[in-house]
């Protein structure tokens, strides 16, 4: 069994918004009930959803601050949290990024060096909490300066660090560093210095054992001008201490067989029961009740990370075909405002929820045909998991955890039943186009659709197995 410290800022169902924290909620407990000791460190923000005791441990000083040290568990398991607790920076209302008028915080560079140095005392056992980790995973820019500080320890535990984003690096102006009074030998281009400023980020890539991202492919893509962000020289130097795991699925949340959400629970073995969420979404969004024409259903931010902008400029030609759009999202006014007009000009075919709806996410998943993903970067994805599962065919473009978890329909994989959805290579409308096309023709071979189906709800993409891979990646530390 081994001691693993696991360090987020934020994990679900405590707190989450976005990714991060359903890794960070389903890992551990993963990890734990795979016979692992792991203890979650997370800072105690005003806006942790408190459902657990919580009791006081002990009192850690840092950096002329008086830090407590509280514990909890995650919800629904077993899992121990330690939350770091310091008043003076954590809590007021807000999420761990911004404060309540969504504004970032003025002091997130010293929030999360707090944060760090915490860490490091509970890593090295100086806490008083009697428990010294033999693996800390760090994850994340906000954990960034944990590596860098535990290189310059005495025996210290090995260092795992897990990039979710690339495009989120932590970087704050020189003068900051300074202000932090962090160890001088940290600062120099082979450190924590980024061009003259402070990056968080580097410090994990430069001092961590080993790096991991949420795909195998991203893992590649990262060490790319287009997808480094300015650090993929050094991914490339580090290239042979870095991976990609594919994150699981809560596979008890997102599960056809029991989900509360949907109208009607089914299998692979019972897929013509999926027909019943179809025209429970088409009614619920207000459009023809039909069950011959094809559900196009999509659930994401609005932004042009996910390819918005092509769906776009698909929409009048998607238009002349004979199917249905039902999109739940938010983000870019711009873009928001275009997808109202589209289905204000056309209501029998497009609905448009603004904002999200856990239910209507289910029953999205449940009752589309066909769910759009075309990224522009996508360092893992869950939305193309989720749909297989569910016996929606997922039509993605070929990047990071999208490449990893689809397989394109073509007449090898047709023939050895692994294709599960249709993939296109260049961010572009017309690749687009061309996949929701063949998606079209595909839909009407009844056959060929429901193997493509079946394909898909039958791959694990639980837990257990990226699990049993970061232990792997433990064992050899």
């Known amino acids: 069994m081994k001691k693993i410290l696991f360090v987020t800022s934020e994990a679900h169902p405590l707190i989450k918004t976005g990714g991060l924290a359903d890794v960070s909620g389903s890992l551990p407990k993963a990890l734990s009930e795979l016979g692992e000791d792991v203890r979650i460190i997370m800072p105690n923000y005003q806006a942790i959803n408190r459902t657990e005791e919580v009791r006081y441990l002990s009192t850690v000083y840092v950096n002329n601050y008086a830090v407590n040290i509280l514990e909890t568990r995650l919800p629904g398991t077993g899992v ?226 996910k390819g918005i902008d092509l769906i776009l400029e698909c929409l009048p030609e998607m238009l002349t075909h004979p199917l249905q759009f039902v999109l739940l999202g938010s983000g870019n006014k711009g873009f928001e405002q275009r997808l109202h007009n589209f289905a204000e000009s056309h209501p029998d075919k497009i609905s448009i929820t603004i904002g999200y709806d856990e239910t209507l996410a289910h029953l999205i998943e449940a009752g589309a045909d066909i769910f759009l993903m075309p990224s522009r970067f996508e360092p893992c994805g869950l939305n193309q998991i989720y749909s297989q599962r569910y016996g929606t065919i997922p039509i993605v473009r070929k990047t990071g955890g999208l490449a990893d978890t689809v397989i394109d329909t073509v007449p090898e994989t047709l023939n050895n039943n692994t294709a599960t959805g249709l993939v296109f290579n260049e961010a572009n409308a017309g690749t687009l186009m061309e996949a929701i096309k063949r998606s079209l023709i595909l839909y009407n071979h009844s056959k060929t659709w429901k193997q493509l189906q079946i394909n898909g709800m039958q791959k694990d993409y639980s837990w257990s197995k990226s699990a049993k891979q970061y232990m792997t990646l433990y064992s050899h530390l």
């Open 80 to 305: 121990t949290v330690w939350l770091v607790d310091c008043p003076e920076f954590f809590n007021y209302p807000g999420n761990p990024y911004v404060d309540e008028h969504g504004k970032p915080w003025a002091n997130g560079a010293e929030r999360f060096a707090l944060f760090c140095r915490v860490t490091v005392e509970v890593a090295m056992n100086r806490s008083w909490l009697d428990w010294k980790p033999d693996i800390v995973h760090c994850n994340d820019w906000q954990s960034g300066l944990v590596p860098a500080l535990l290189s310059l320890e005495y025996s210290r535990p090995a260092i795992v660090f897990t990039i979710h984003n690339m495009a989120y690096q932590g970087i704050f102006p020189k003068a900051t560093y300074l202000s932090l009074n962090l160890p001088g030998q940290l600062w120099n281009p082979h450190g924590i210095e980024f061009h003259d400023m402070l990056s968080f980020l580097k410090g994990g890539l430069v001092y961590s054992d080993r790096i991991t991202t949420v795909s195998p492919t991203y893992a590649k893509e990262i060490q790319t001008a287009e997808f480094g962000y300015g650090l993929e020289g050094l991914l490339s130097y580090r290239k042979d201490f870095l991976s990609g795991i594919i994150n699981g699925i809560d596979s008890d949340h997102w599960n056809p067989e029991t989900d509360a959400n949907i109208v009607q629970t089914f299998n692979h073995s019972t897929l013509n029961k999926k027909q019943l969420n179809k025209a429970a979404l088409q009614e619920k969004v207000s459009l023809p009740v039909d069950k011959s024409i094809p559900v196009f259903g999509l659930i994401s931010r609005l932004v042009e990370q």
